[in-house]
Each structure stands twice: as C-alpha cells, then as structure tokens.
C-alpha cells in the first residue's frame, strides 16, 4: 500500500511559479516511478510529468516543457513539480500518482500506467 499526499497549490498570477510537493509512505515507494496529472474544470485528467523511481528518467508532456521540472528526493519520500512561468491554462487541481511495479510502456502517460494517487492540490493561475 502507498499512500500520497500533495501539498504546495495556490494562487499564483501569470508568470510566476509554484513548487508542489508529494510526500509518500509506504514499503514499495522508492522502487516506484511517480506522475503528475492534471485536471482542469469541465477536462479529463491529463498527464504532465513523469520521473523514474532512481530520478534517473523523467518525461514531460510538451505544454510544460521548459517551464516545469519534476524531481524526488528518495531520503525524504517526497516528488516535487517545479513550476515555472506559469500561464492560466495551467490551472488546474494536480494529482500525484505512484506508478504499478514492474514497469510497463513507454512512456508513463495513461491512468492505466498507475496504481495510487492522493487527493489532489489546486492551482490557479489568474492572468
């Protein structure tokens, strides 16, 4: 079992950043890949980012390439989404979600991809 909590949201005008934060728990946390998503109101959840369960491989979809970073400290059980530049359709409520042992394709960009997630963290990005 993984349980996951994001924290980090808020309101932020455009152009500025915001840095979420997931702390995880659980024995299988570290040998996980994690994701970020993102739903917006009226919108399916969306994939964002990706970054392996070394840190070592990271995925990003092209809307926020450049202005995002997803990165994990493993000593602290905790992903981070670094987001930078900010534009109002970046709000949105974002999850993070642990992904299933073993792997699977390539890359991570499906719900189906993922086993657990938390329950989400709002940002809003006025213009």
């Known amino acids: 079992q993984v349980q996951l909590e994001e924290s980090g949201g808020g309101l932020v005008q455009a152009g500025g950043s915001l840095r979420l934060s997931c702390a995880g728990s659980?024995?299988?946390?570290?040998?996980?890949?994690m994701g970020w998503f993102r739903q917006a109101p009226g919108k399916e959840r969306e994939f964002v980012a990706y970054i392996g369960a070394s840190g070592g491989s990271t995925y990003y979809v092209d809307s926020v390439k450049g202005r995002f970073t997803i990165s994990r400290d493993n000593a602290k059980n905790t992903v981070y989404l670094q987001m930078n530049s900010l534009k109002p359709e970046d709000t949105a409520v974002y999850y993070c979600?642990?992904?299933?042992?073993?792997?699977?394709?390539?890359?991570?960009?499906?719900?189906?991809?993922?086993?657990?997630w938390g329950q989400g963290t709002q940002v809003t990005v006025s213009s």
């Open positions: 979600l642990g992904r299933g042992l073993g792997g699977g394709n390539w890359p991570p960009i499906f719900l189906r991809d993922y086993e657990y």
């Open positions: 659980g024995r299988t946390f570290l040998s996980r890949g």
